[in-house]
C-alpha cells in the first residue's frame, strides 16, 4: 500500500506535494518521492526512508512548477532504496503507483527483448516502460493500450513529457480520488491530502481514464469515449480523515481486511489452483518435506495454529507449532526433511528472527511468511511469501493474521497436492471455498452493531473466558490476546473439553464466556461444554457457524456467521473476535491503538 498524489493549479507544486505527502505517509514509509514539471522538464527527485529524508534532500532547492506528483512507498517489490522509489521515468513518460502488476515478469521479458533496460526492482518500473513502449503521441490511447497488457492492481498517476502540465490518472483496485479544486485539480490516494484545498471528489471507477489540466477535469474511458462523474464533498476534519474517518487504525484495519486477504491470496491462484510462482518457490518444493515447525510470537503464532489444523487435515503432514521464544532455547530437532515455517508481520520480531537463524545454522529449510518486504526475516529466510496486507498501523494485529492465514491455507492445499492427498479437482474445489470465505468475511463485518452492543456486557467484567473446541480452539487463543491486549481484561483461552480438568473452578455466577461453535462436527460436544459453564452461572456469549446449527436457549447471547464449510470458518469467526475486542476496550475508554506496554515490532528479546 502506498500513497499517491498528483497536481496541477497554479500553486508551488513541490511543497503541496510535500503537504500531501505527509498526510499519506501512514500508507508507507519505506521511501518517498517527488516529480515536478519545471520549464517543460519533469524534474524527479527521490528518497530512501521517511518523507523527511527527502524533504532534506530537496533542502532550500525545491524544483518549481506548478503541475507534479508525488509518492510515498511500501515496498512490494524491491527493498527500500532510492532506485526502487518512485516515480519511475522513461524517455517519454514518468509515473507513480500503488499496487501490484501481477504479471511483470512476463512483461519484463518482452522489454527485455526490445532493449529496455531497467534500474529498479519493482513491478512499477516494468509498468512505465510498457506505456513507453506502447506511447504513440496521444496519452489516452497510449494508456488504455498499456492497460489491457498489464494485470494486478493499480492506481497510477502519470505525466508525459510532451504534456508536462497534464496529469494522467487511472485505477484498477486500488484507491484513486479525483479532487477538483478552483484552478486547480488534484487526484489522490485518500482525500486527506488534498483537504486543505477542495473538499470536492470523485471516485475513479477501472477503465476510466482521468486527464487533469489546470482548469479541466475530464474522464474518458478506454475507447476515448468521455464519462460523466457524479461529484460528492466531504466535511471531514484533516485528523479524522487520516484514519479514512475511521475512529481508531485499528477498526480501519478490520474492515480492510476482505481487500487484504484478496491481494493477498488472487496472486497465488494460477488456472483455479494455488501456485506460488509469484514467489519463485520451485515447484518439486512441496513434496521435500515430511515434518513442518512453524515459529512465531502473538498473534502470528495462533495464525500458526490455525495453519497446523489446516495443513494436518489437507495434507497429513505432521506440523508442530511453538513461540519463537521457546523454540530458540530448546535445542530442537530438526531433520533434513523439516521445513521451518516463520510468520512475522513485521518482518523484524526479535524472536522470531533469531529462531530463523537458529533454524538455518542447523541446516535446515526455511520459509517466512511476512508481511513487510525488506524486513530482516524477509531477507534472511531460503523462501519468502508476501502477505499484501498493507501496512498495520494499529498495535493490535487484525488484518495480518487474516492475511497469515490465507497463506497457511494456500500452502496446505499446496503440500496437499504435492504428496498427493488430494487431486487437481478438490485442489480447485477448496482454493474457490477459500475465496468465498473472502465475502464471508465481509458478511461478518455487517455484525459490528451486535458486537458493540454485546461488549456494553464486558466493559466492568474482571476476568473472562473463551473456549473452543479443535479450529475454534485456535481462535480463542486468538480472541483471548486480541481482548486482553487492548481492554486490559485478564482473558483465558481454553480447550472446551479441558476446562473441566482444573479451570472450571473459576466459573462461578457471572463469569462472561465467550463460546465458538462454528464446526459441525465437534457441535454436540460444544453444546455440552457451554451446558456445564452455564450450570455454574457463567454468563455465555455463543458464536456459532449458523442460527440452524444450534439451539437458541444455549446460550444467554448468540451471533450467528453466514455457514461456509468448517475448515474456512476461522475468516469470518476471527472478524467478530476482533470486533468484540474492539469494542469492549472502546467501553472502557482504552488507548486502542497504542495499548499500554506494547510496541507495534518487538525487536527485543
Ligand atoms: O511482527 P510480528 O508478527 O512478528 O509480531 C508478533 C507479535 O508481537 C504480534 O503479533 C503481537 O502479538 C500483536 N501485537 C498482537 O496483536
Known sequence: MCGIIGYTGFRPACSILLEGLG?????????????????????????????????????DHPPVGTSGMGHTRWATHGEPSDENSHPHGTKNLA????????????????LIEKGYQFLSQTDTEIAAATMDLNYDGDPVSTIAKSLRQIEGSYAFVIMFRDFPDTVYAVRKDGPLLVAPGDGENFVVSDLTAAIGYTNRYFT?????????????????DLDGNPVEKTERTVGWSI????????????????????????????????NGLPSFSYDQIPEGFFASFDRIQIVACGTAMHAGLVGKAVIEQVARIPVEVEVASEFRYRNPILGKRTLVVVISQ????????????????????????????????????????HTHAGPEISVASTKAYSVQVSALYLLAFSFGLAVKRID?????????KLEGAVDAVGAALDKAPELEQAAKRFSDVQSLFFLGRGLDWALANEGSLKLKEISYIHCEAYAAGELKHGT???????????????QQRLMGKMVSNIKEVKARGADVLLIAKSDETVSHDVADTLVALSPIDDLFMPFPAVVLLQLIAYYTAKERGCDIDKPRNLAKSVTVE
Open 346 to 385: 513485521s518482518g523484524e520480531t526479535a524472536d522470531s528472527l533469531a529462531a530463523l537463524r537458529l533454524a538455518r545454522s542447523l541446516g535446515v529449510t526455511t520459509l517466512a511468511v511476512v508481511n513487510v518486504a525488506g524486513s530482516s526475516i524477509a531477507r534472511e529466510a531460503d523462501y519468502v511469501i
Open 204 to 220: 475513479l471507477d477501472e477503465g476510466e481514464i482521468a486527464v487533469l489540466t489546470r482548469d479541466s477535469v475530464r474522464v474518458v
Open 239 to 270: 485528523e479524522q480523515a487520516q484514519k479514512d474517518g475511521f475512529e481508531h487504525f485499528m477498526l480501519k484495519e478490520i474492515t480492510e481486511q476482505p481487500a487484504a486477504l484478496r491481494n493477498t491470496i488472487h496472486p497465488r491462484i494460477k
Open 424 to 432: 487437481e479437482e478438490e485442489a480447485a474445489a477448496l482454493v474457490s
Open 504 to 518: 472450571i473452578s473459576l466459573i462461578t455466577e457471572g463469569i462472561p464466556v465467550i463460546a465458538l461453535a462454528t
Open 23 to 59: 498526510r499519506l505517509e501512514y500508507r508507507g514509509y519505506d521511501s518517498a518521492g517527488i516529480l515536478v514539471s519545471q520549464d517543460g522538464e519533469l524534474v524527479t527527485i527521490k528518497a530512501k526512508g521517511r518523507l523527511d529524508s527527502l524533504r532534506q534532500k530537496i533542502g
Open 95 to 110: 509515473l507513480v503507483h500503488n499496487g501490484i502488476i501481477e504479471n511483470y515478469i512476463e512483461l519484463k521479458r518482452g
